[in-house]
């Protein structure tokens, strides 16, 4: 989302000419495809441990931290190479989307028009207001090898329901019709 704007707003050409490439598709099933293979190693290193006690894992889902508080044995070189590997990626893409974005409010520092900032603005907050909630509570989770027990449950439980459900949400308060009909339901027509 973060390039799809970047390319729309500072190279528009560009984003016909890739788009017509199927260029979409690739970075789709390449960010796919590496996302699976990213933690091919945390997994096989994780499925070596000895588990033993209560195998019930009192979580939400099957995170690679719970699950390493449920070995036996410590594992500090399996614990420091699955926090490497989720650092480098989470930081990794949450640097390419701020640049990104830094990139795009400078050339919409730069519209002539009022409207047209305003327009671009509202657009890449909507889209950071996602970001920020999806990557600070997703580095909490595995950035974090401290981050265990309850509090780990609701941070989970925010970057794996709370920013789906939200999701549409933010970026539909962009719509003037919706922005009027969350007026009406929250403050009543008195308001309006």
Request: glycine share 6%; charged share 10%.
């Amino acid at each position: 989302m973060a390039l799809d704007l970047h390319l729309a707003i500072c190279h528009p050409p560009v984003t016909q000419c890739l788009c017509l490439r199927g260029f979409g598709h690739l970075l789709a099933a390449s960010c796919w495809l590496s996302g699976f293979l990213w933690f091919l190693t945390p997994v096989a290193l994780i499925s070596q441990l000895c588990f033993c006690g209560p195998n019930v894992l009192d979580h939400f889902l099957c995170d690679p931290g719970p699950l390493l508080s449920l070995s036996c044995t410590p594992a500090p070189r399996t614990e420091t190479t699955f926090y490497s590997l989720s650092s480098i990626a989470i930081f990794g893409t949450f640097l390419f989307i701020v640049c990104s974005y830094t990139a795009v409010l400078l050339a919409v520092a730069k519209v002539p028009s009022a409207a047209g900032r305003q327009k671009a603005f509202s657009t890449c907050s909507s889209h950071l207001a996602v970001v920020s909630l999806f990557y600070g509570s997703i580095m909490a989770t595995y950035v974090v090898p401290e981050a265990s027990g309850s509090s780990s449950k609701v941070v989970t439980c925010i970057y794996a329901l709370m920013t789906p459900l939200l999701n549409p949400l933010i970026y539909s308060l962009r719509n003037k019709e919706m922005k009027g009909a969350l007026r009406k339901t929250l403050w009543g027509k008195q308001r309006l």
